[in-house]
C-alpha cells in the first residue's frame, strides 16, 4: 500500500475511538507513524487527544487537512452521518481513507464511495 517507510496521519475526530486509533498507529510493524493532525470541531478534545497520544497539532477544520501536502491517510472517527462525506474529500484530495464503522449510513453511499476509491487507486 504504502511505498515509503514514513507515514503521517491526521485524525478527524477527538472522541473515544481517536485514542483506540492513535494507540494502534502507534503499534504498526514496518512502518514508521507520524501522528501529525488531529481534528475536532471542539478544539479543546483536539487538544487533549494531542496531548494524550503525542500528535504534532490540534485544529478545528477538518478540511485544512485535506490540503495538507504531509498527511497521507485520514483517520476518520466522527459520528457514522459524517462518515461519506468526510471520505469522499478526502478521497477527492487524493488521501488514503481509514473510517470507524459503518462507513456509510445509506447503501447507496457506499456504491458511490466505492467507484471513487477504485478511480483514485
Do not use: W
Request: proline share 4%.
Amino acid at each position: 500500500m504504502f511505498q515509503k517507510k514514513t507515514v503521517t496521519i491526521g485524525t478527524i475526530g477527538a472522541g473515544y475511538a481517536a485514542g483506540l486509533h492513535a494507540s494502534g498507529f502507534q503499534r504498526v510493524c514496518g512502518l514508521e507513524i507520524r501522528l501529525k493532525t488531529i481534528c475536532d470541531v471542539r478544539l479543546d478534545a483536539a487538544e487533549k487527544v494531542k496531548d494524550s497520544f503525542g500528535y504534532e497539532q490540534a485544529i478545528s477544520d477538518y478540511e485544512e487537512m485535506l490540503s495538507d501536502p504531509e498527511i497521507d491517510v485520514i483517520d476518520i472517527v466522527t459520528p457514522p452521518f459524517l462518515h461519506c462525506t468526510m471520505a469522499i474529500q478526502a478521497l477527492q484530495a487524493g488521501k488514503h481513507v481509514i473510517c470507524e464503522k459503518p462507513i456509510t449510513v445509506e447503501p447507496e453511499e457506499l456504491q458511490e464511495l466505492q467507484e471513487l476509491a477504485q478511480q483514485k487507486n
